[in-house]
């Protein structure tokens, strides 16, 4: 079983500021992979970032990099030069030996101030 | 342009009554999945397939039917037998790749209310 904890139910940042979305997992699976998804207001889910368990390095795309680190099981998300458009619920799932099988937390806020 | 379309995009439901929400998806996937969502919450997996004529039951199945006939279709049912089926379902869609790293491409969700 896998369980995802985001403990910022809400985050406020200045725009063009970089901030940190915070995200921790736990998991049996060997091979496990992370996501994040931003919802905006409007309820669709765009996917962001992908890291697996077994990459060298953090993952970047864009404005979105990944602070992984697997000894502590986190994954948190940086977005760098925060825009307006960037406010809505991010989620970070992860998926593991149970094909396709997404498990969500809570998410977070995030609200961009001009 | 290749996407997941989900219809309709709110829909109410009675008391006894059956509904059915569409999903159709031209990005030639192999694997579907339907999620709810509870306002705040994070999605719930119901039902997943891998393949046509094929699908297995997620975290929160009990109330829901699905079907696969067609890879490009799935179809979910949300019967009588879900007690509270007010939430707002999301459809997905992903290739079979190597597991665990494919993302999961989304729709833009069905709100379904009681009447």
């Known amino acids: 079983a896998q369980k995802i904890t985001q403990t910022q139910p809400g985050m406020f940042v200045q725009e063009k500021e970089a901030v940190t979305l915070d995200c921790t997992y736990d998991t049996s699976d060997p091979s496990y992979g992370l996501f994040w998804y931003k919802q905006p207001s409007s309820g669709e889910m765009i996917f962001l970032i992908y890291?697996?368990?077994?990459?060298?390095q953090n993952a970047t795309e864009g404005r979105y990099s990944l602070n992984f680190q697997k000894a502590r099981k986190s994954a948190n998300l940086v977005i760098s030069a925060s825009q307006l458009g960037d406010s809505a619920m991010y989620f970070c799932?992860?998926?593991?030996?149970?094909?396709?099988?997404?498990?969500f937390g809570q998410g977070t806020i995030l609200t961009v101030h001009p | 342009d290749g996407g997941i379309t989900q219809s309709p995009k709110y829909l109410f439901r009675k008391e006894g009554q059956n509904v059915t929400l569409s999903c159709e998806q031209n990005?030639?996937?192999?694997?579907m999945y339907w999620y709810r969502q509870d306002p705040g919450q994070g999605l719930r997996l119901i039902y997943y397939?891998?393949?046509?004529?094929?699908?297995q039951k997620g975290d929160i199945a009990e109330g829901y039917s699905v079907s696969r006939e067609k890879k490009e279709s799935f179809p979910l049912t949300v019967t009588s037998a879900q007690k509270n089926p007010t939430a707002f379902y999301l459809c997905?869609?992903?290739?079979?790749?190597?597991?665990?790293?494919?993302?999961?491409?989304f729709g833009d969700g069905t709100r379904l209310s009681i009447l």
């Open positions: 990005l030639n996937h192999d694997a």
């Open positions: 997905a869609s992903s290739s079979l790749g190597r597991v665990g790293n494919q993302p999961q491409h």
């Open positions: 890291q697996g368990s077994y990459d060298q």
């Open positions: 799932p992860t998926v593991g030996t149970s094909y396709g099988k997404l498990t």
């Open positions: 397939s891998q393949i046509v004529n094929d699908f």
